[in-house]
C-alpha cells in the first residue's frame, strides 16, 4: 500500500484515462493508471484510422500524453474488481490480483466491450471467414495485414447495427459512431481495393456530427459506395467460396439478395459489467452503462471521489470522449482542492 | 320396500342430488356414445370382454382412487387426494356390505347405506359388526386427516404444496359443500352415538364424551338433515363443477384402454376429467409473466364455462411441460388445438408451386434444417464436417429453396394448409432417394417422422450418437464442462433425452440442472404462443438462460434451432448445437469408412 | 356533378387524414407492441415467401395496414414459419399479424373500405 501518495487513480488507460490523466498531472496532480489489458490506448488504440483526424488509433493515444510523465504511473495487467469508501473518505479499488490502491478519488474511466456478434448466429460470424466485424478490420490493417487480398473485384456488404437497438440481444441502444465508422470503412475499402463494390446496408443512417453528413456525400459522390435501407438477415456461403445475402431493399419494397466475398459487421459497443462499490452493483443509467449523480453533475456518480468519464458512461465517439474526460479531470480536480 | 324403518325425509335431499348426478352422468356418456364414429364403438364392443377392462380397473383404482401418479410428484397432495378418493370410496363399500350383512336385504334403498347409523343406532350384533363400525370410523378419519391437510393447504399455500389454484364461484361452492359432507356426518354419528351408544373408535369415543349433554336430542334431526343437505347440494353442483372428473376419469381410463381414437370423444372426457389438481400451475413457464392465469387448471375450467379466451388458445407456447405432470394425462395442448382450428376459417390447400429439382439423387443422408435452422448456419456448418468425417454422401434438400414442414401452420390452426406443405417437403425429401432422413430441427422431426414411413426419419442428435456408437467417426473427451438443455419437442415429445445426454458425456462432462429430461424448462421461443407477444418471450429466454447457467458449466448445449436462438441471445455463456459440440471433439484421424 | 367521361380512380396519395385503419386499430389492441416497428424489413429480408414465386412483405403490410391501404403484398401465403420474428431487432412477434388477419373478420371491411379501384395495378 504505496500508492496513498496518488490522488487519483484512473481506471482504464483509453483515450478517456489518457486524456484525464494528461489535465491532471498537468494541474500538479498524482495519478495511478490501471489497465487490464498489455498495453494503454484502449480500443482507440486499435483502430487503423480514426474520423475525422486521419490518423491512426496509437498516433492519437501516443499524442495525448506522453511517454514519461513524472506524474503518472501506469500499471498494466491489473484488473480493478471492486471499488470500497475508506473510512477517511478516500477510494480503495481492489484489482482481480489481489493487490490493493487508495487515492482519494478514482476516475472510472473503462470504456465499453464490443458486441460478440456471434450471437447473430444468422450473419455467420465465426462459421464462414468471409464474416468479419468492423474490429477485426480495423485491427488487421493497424497490423498492416490486407485481407482478401487475392480477389480481383471483390465485392463487400456492410452491415450496420449488429448488436445495436436490438432488443433481442437485450440492447435498446443505438452506438452512435458505427453509422459514421461504417461509411468511413466503405471509403477506406474503396481507398485500399480501387477495383472493389461496396454496398452499405442501413436501417437509419445517423450522421449526426461535425463532418459526418460530409463523410457520407463524399462516400456517395467520389467513392461510388451504393447504400441500400435494409437490414441483411440471412448469409449462406455459395459453391464457390462467396457469402450469399438476403435483404429487402425497404425503399423499393423488393427483395434484394447478392453475392459477396467479404460481410463487415458493424459491431456495437455494450457496457461492461457494472463494479461493485461498497458491496453493491453501480448505478446504470437507461442503456447499461455507468449512470451518473444528476442531470448536472455528468461526472459524478452516486458515491463521493467516484467519477466517470468516456464512453464507460454510453456510446461516444472520440471528439466527445476528449471533452468528456477533460471535464472530469476538472471535476476531480475540484474535488481535490475542497 | 320402503318402510318407517329404511325411511326418513331427511334423506330426500340426498336422494335428489344422487339421482341428478346419476342421471347426468348417463347422458353425458350416452351423447359421447353417439357422437363417436362407428370404428370405436365396435372397437369398444370388442374390447368390453377382454384382459384391456381389468387393466383398466387395474389402473382406475391406482389412479382413481389411490392417485399414485400425485403421490409420485408430491407425497403431501398425494396423500389428501387419496384420503378423498379412497377414503369416500370405503366408506361406500364397506357400508353397503354393512347394511347388506345386517339386513340380509340386496335391494336397499340407496340412501341407507349412507344414514346406517341413523336406522339402526346404537350396538347391534350381526356378522363382523364390530367389524364394520371400526372400518366405517377408520375411513372416516382418513378423510377427514385428508381434509385437514386441504385446509392447511388452502390456509398456508406455497408452505406445503406449492401454489393453488384459484376456483371459479361453482367450483368454491361445491368445495364448500364437500367440506361440510364429512365433519357433518362425524358430527350426526357421534351425537347418535352419544344418545344410543355404540360407535367405533371415532364417533363411539366422542359419544361417551358428550353423552347425557342436554341439548343432544335437539341436534340429533338437525345434523342429520345438514349432513343429507350438504351431500345433495355437492351432488347438484358436480357436474358443473371440477368434481364430475370424479365419474368421469374412471371413463376416460376405460376408453383409452377399450382404444377409442376419436379425438373429439377423447378431448372431451379429458377436459371433464381435469381434477384441478394444482400440478400443472407451477411448471408453465407462462406462470410468472404478466398473462392472465391460463394453465390448463384455467384454461379447461373456463372451457367448461364456455368462457376460453384469446390468450387460452394462443398464448400456450405448447412445450408440454403440464402434459408431463398431469395427473390425469390430459393432453391440453391438444385440446387447445381443436379451439385453434374452430377458430381459424380452413382453406384449402394451395397446389405446391415449383417442380423438386432432381438433380441431387441418390445420396446416404438427406438433411433438412428447415425455416429456424437456416438461420442458425453454425449447426449446417457442424453436420457438414461430421459428415465429411464419416465419409457420407449427403444433400441438405432445403439448400436451395425454403421448404417448411407445416408445423407452424399445423399450431396455427391450419392443418390443411400445413398438410399441403408437408407434402412438399415429403417429395422433395424422397426425390433424393437417402437411405436415412436427418433434421436438424426437432420440431420437423416430429412432424417427418410422423409423415414418412418408407425411410428411417432421424434426429441429428440419434444419427451423431448413431455414428459414433458404429464407429464411423471418434470424439475426443476434452476436460470442458456441459450442460444439455433438453427441447420441449425433442424430450417431451419425441422422448430422446438420455442419448444425447450419454452422447455428450463422451466429449465433455455434464453439469445438468435440476430438471433437465423430460422435466426441462421452456427456452421461451416455443414455435406456439402466436399471441405471446416480444417482450414477454424476452422475459421467458433470460430466466432459462439464467436457469441453465446455475450449474456453472462452460458451454451450454442443446439441440433445437430455437432454443440456440433463444437462449444464446440471454446468457453470458456460450451456446451452440449438438452438432457443432461433437464437431469440436471430431478426432481427426476418425475417418474409418 | 358534370361527366368528364371518366371516373377518378383512387388519388396516389396517403390521405392521413381520412385513413381508417381499423384493423391496424384491431392489431394493436391485441398486440400494443407491433407500434414500434421501425421498418427495417429484417423479416421480408428472410422470409421464404419474398421471392420470385410470391411477392409477400410483412414490413409492407405493417405499413399499409397502418396506412388503412389495400394489403397489396400476398400476404395470405404466410406459413407462420417464425422466421421474421426470429430476426426482429426490436423483437417484436411479427408473424402474429399474419395470424390475425386470417382470423379477423374485420378484414373484410378492411377490404370494403379499402377496395382497390379495378383498373389499378
Known amino acids: 500500500m504505496n500508492s496513498n501518495h496518488n490522488d487519483t487513480i484512473i481506471i482504464g488507460t483509453g483515450i478517456a484515462g489518457l486524456t484525464a490523466a494528461a489535465e491532471l498531472s498537468a494541474r500538479g496532480r498524482k495519478v495511478l493508471m490501471l489497465e487490464k489489458n498489455d498495453s494503454t490506448g484502449g480500443h482507440v488504440g486499435q483502430w487503423s484510422v480514426c474520423f475525422p483526424f486521419g490518423i491512426s488509433g496509437r498516433e492519437l493515444a501516443e499524442s495525448i500524453l506522453p511517454q514519461s510523465n513524472a506524474n503518472v504511473s501506469i500499471r498494466t495487467r491489473s484488473t480493478a474488481s471492486a471499488i470500497s469508501t475508506l473510512p477517511d473518505g478516500s477510494l480503495s479499488v481492489s484489482c482481480t490480483d489481489g493487490t490493493a490502491h487508495s ?74 459512431v458505427c453509422c459514421m465508422v461504417g461509411v468511413k470503412m466503405a471509403t477506406e475499402i474503396r481507398q485500399r481495393y480501387p477495383d472493389s463494390q461496396v454496398t452499405n446496408y442501413y436501417m437509419d443512417l445517423r450522421m449526426f456530427d461535425n463532418g459526418y453528413e460530409e463523410l457520407y456525400h463524399d462516400a456517395q459522390l467520389n467513392y461510388n459506395v451504393q447504400f441500400v435501407r435494409g437490414r441483411i438477415s440471412e448469409v449462406a456461403p455459395t459453391n464457390d467460396g462467396r457469402l450469399y445475402i438476403r435483404a429487402e431493399d425497404t425503399l423499393l419494397g423488393k427483395p434484394l439478395r447478392d453475392k459477396v466475398d467479404a460481410l463487415v459487421l458493424m459491431i456495437g459497443m455494450s457496457a461492461h459489467e457494472p463494479l461493485h462499490v461498497d458491496g453493491e452493483p453501480m448505478n446504470r443509467s437507461i442503456n447499461g452503462f455507468v449512470g451518473t449523480a444528476s442531470p448536472v453533475q455528468i461526472n459524478l456518480t452516486a458515491t463521493p471521489g467516484l467519477f466517470v468519464a468516456g464512453a464507460a458512461k454510453g456510446p461516444m465517439n472520440i471528439t466527445e470522449v476528449l471533452a468528456d474526460a477533460r471535464a472530469a479531470a476538472a471535476e476531480t480536480d475540484k474535488y481535490l482542492s475542497r | 320396500m320402503i318402510t318407517p324403518d329404511n325411511f326418513n325425509i331427511f334423506v330426500i335431499p340426498f336422494t335428489l342430488g344422487m339421482t341428478f348426478v346419476i342421471i347426468w352422468l348417463l347422458a353425458t356418456i350416452v351423447r359421447l356414445w353417439r357422437h363417436m364414429p362407428q370404428a370405436d364403438r365396435r372397437r369398444v364392443r370388442h374390447s368390453i370382454l377382454t384382459v384391456s377392462t381389468l387393466r383398466a380397473a387395474g389402473e382406475i383404482v391406482a389412479e382413481v382412487l389411490i392417485h399414485r401418479r400425485i403421490w409420485k410428484r408430491n407425497k403431501f397432495l398425494g396423500y389428501m387426494h387419496m384420503s378423498f378418493a379412497f377414503g369416500w370410496f370405503m366408506l361406500i363399500v364397506v357400508g353397503k356390505f354393512e347394511s347388506l350383512t345386517y339386513t340380509g336385504n340386496h335391494f336397499n334403498p340407496i340412501w341407507y347405506p349412507l344414514f346406517f347409523k341413523f ?296 392443418t390443411g394448409e400445413a398438410q399441403a406443405r408437408m407434402d412438399r417437403l415429403k417429395t422433395a425429401l424422397l426425390a433424393l432417394n437417402p437411405r436415412v432422413i436427418v433434421s436438424t430441427c426437432p420440431i420437423c422431426y416430429n412432424m417427418i417422422r410422423a409423415a414418412i414411413s418408407a425411410r428411417p426419419v432421424l434426429h441429428h442428435t440419434d444419427f451423431v450418437a448413431q455414428l459414433i456408437d458404429e464407429g464411423r467417426i471418434a470424439v475426443g473427451r476434452s476436460a470442458q464442462t456441459l450442460t444439455y438443455h433438453d427441447p420441449c419437442e425433442l424430450s417431451r415429445m419425441a422422448d430422446i433425452s438420455s442419448r444425447p445426454v450419454s452422447t455428450l458425456a463422451k466429449v465433455g462432462t455434464l453439469k445438468q440442472p435440476d430438471e433437465c429430461g423430460r422435466e426441462s424448462h421452456c427456452c421461451g421461443g416455443a414455435l406456439g404462443g402466436l399471441a405471446v407477444a416480444g417482450h414477454e418471450r424476452t422475459r421467458l429466454m433470460t430466466a432459462t438462460a439464467d436457469y441453465l447457467q446455475r450449474p456453472g458449466a462452460q458451454t451450454i448445449v442443446t439441440a433445437c434451432p430455437l432454443c440456440k436462438k433463444s437462449i444464446a441471445q440471454h446468457a453470458a455463456t456460450p451456446v451452440v448445437d449438438f452438432a457443432e459440440a461433437i464437431a469440436k471433439s471430431l478426432k481427426t484421424s476418425s475417418i474409418n469408412q | ?114 377496395a382497390e379501384p379495378t383498373n389499378r395495378k
Open chain 1, 103 to 176: 487515492a482519494r478519488t478514482v476516475l472510472l474511466a473503462s470504456g465499453y466491450g464490443m458486441f460478440d456478434a456471434r450471437l447473430k448466429e444468422e450473419l455467420g460470424y465465426g462459421i464462414y471467414p468471409g464474416v468479419l466485424t468492423s474490429e477485426d478490420i480495423e485491427r488487421q490493417w493497424q497490423k498492416g495485414e490486407r485481407p482478401l487480398a487475392g480477389h480481383s473485384n471483390p465485392r463487400f456488404a456492410i452491415v450496420h447495427c449488429v448488436g445495436s437497438r436490438d432488443l433481442k440481444c437485450n440492447i435498446r441502444h443505438c452506438s452512435k
Open chain 2, 119 to 414: 336406522f339402526v343406532p346404537g350396538e347391534h350384533e350381526f356378522f363382523l359388526s364390530a367389524f364394520f363400525t371400526q372400518a366405517m370410523d377408520l375411513w372416516l378419519a382418513l378423510i377427514l386427516s385428508g381434509q385437514i391437510l386441504a385446509f392447511v393447504k388452502r390456509r398456508m399455500p406455497g408452505r406445503t404444496i406449492g401454489i393453488r389454484p384459484r376456483h371459479t364461484a361453482v367450483n368454491r361452492a361445491a368445495l364448500t359443500a364437500l367440506w361440510f359432507i364429512f365433519p357433518l356426518r362425524l358430527a350426526a354419528e357421534s351425537v347418535t352415538a352419544g344418545i344410543h351408544g355404540g360407535g367405533g373408535f371415532l364417533t363411539g369415543t366422542i359419544g361417551q364424551a358428550i353423552a347425557g349433554a342436554p341439548v343432544l336430542d335437539s341436534l340429533f334431526m338437525p345434523l342429520w338433515w345438514a349432513y343429507s343437505i350438504s351431500l345433495g347440494v355437492f351432488f347438484v353442483l358436480i357436474p358443473f363443477s371440477r368434481y364430475f372428473h370424479i365419474p368421469v376419469e374412471g371413463f376416460l381410463i376405460l376408453a383409452r384402454h377399450w382404444g377409442v381414437s376419436d379425438e373429439a370423444t377423447i378431448r372431451t372426457l379429458e377436459t371433464l376429467a381435469c381434477s384441478a389438481c394444482g400440478m400443472c400451475l407451477r411448471v408453465c413457464p407462462r406462470a410468472q409473466g404478466d398473462a392472465p392465469r391460463m394453465q390448463p387448471v384455467y384454461f379447461i375450467e373456463r372451457l367448461r364455462a364456455g368462457r376460453d379466451n384469446d390468450n387460452d388458445v394462443w398464448g400456450c407456447l405448447g412445450c408440454l411441460r403440464c402434459e408431463e405432470v398431469c395427473p390425469v394425462v390430459v393432453h391440453s395442448t391438444q385440446i387447445r388445438m381443436a379451439r385453434k382450428m374452430q377458430a381459424v376459417p380452413q382453406r384449402r390447400p394451395q397446389p405446391a408451386p415449383a417442380p423438386v429439382p432432381q438433380a441431387r439423387q441418390g445420396v446416404d443422408v438427406a438433411l433438412f434444417a428447415g425455416c429456424m435452422g437456416k438461420l442458425t448456419p453454425g449447426t449446417k456448418a457442424a453436420m457438414n464436417r461430421i459428415l465429411q468425417a464419416a465419409g457420407l454422401a449427403y444433400a441438405w434438400v432445403d439448400e436451395d429453396e425454403d421448404l417448411c414442414c407445416g408445423r407452424p401452420l399445423r399450431l396455427s390452426g391450419r
Open chain 3, 1 to 114: 356533378m358534370k361527366d368528364f367521361g371518366f371516373k377518378p380512380v383512387r388519388p396516389n396519395v396517403i390521405d392521413l387524414a381520412t385513413v381508417q385503419n381499423r384493423t391496424w386499430t384491431d392489431i394493436l389492441r391485441l398486440h400494443p407492441e407491433m407500434r414500434s416497428c421501425i421498418s427495417c424489413g429484417a423479416c421480408a429480408a428472410v422470409c421464404p415467401n419474398n421471392n420470385e414465386l410470391t411477392k409477400m412483405s410483412v414490413r409492407r403490410t405493417i405499413i399499409e395496414l397502418r396506412h388503412g391501404l389495400p394489403l397489396t403484398s400476398e400476404w395470405q401465403n404466410c406459413q407462420m414459419c417464425n422466421r421474421c420474428s426470429l430476426v426482429c431487432p426490436k423483437g417484436l412477434n411479427t408473424r402474429s399479424i399474419f395470424f390475425r388477419l386470417n382470423t379477423f373478420e374485420a378484414l373484410n371491411d378492411h377490404n370494403q373500405t379499402n
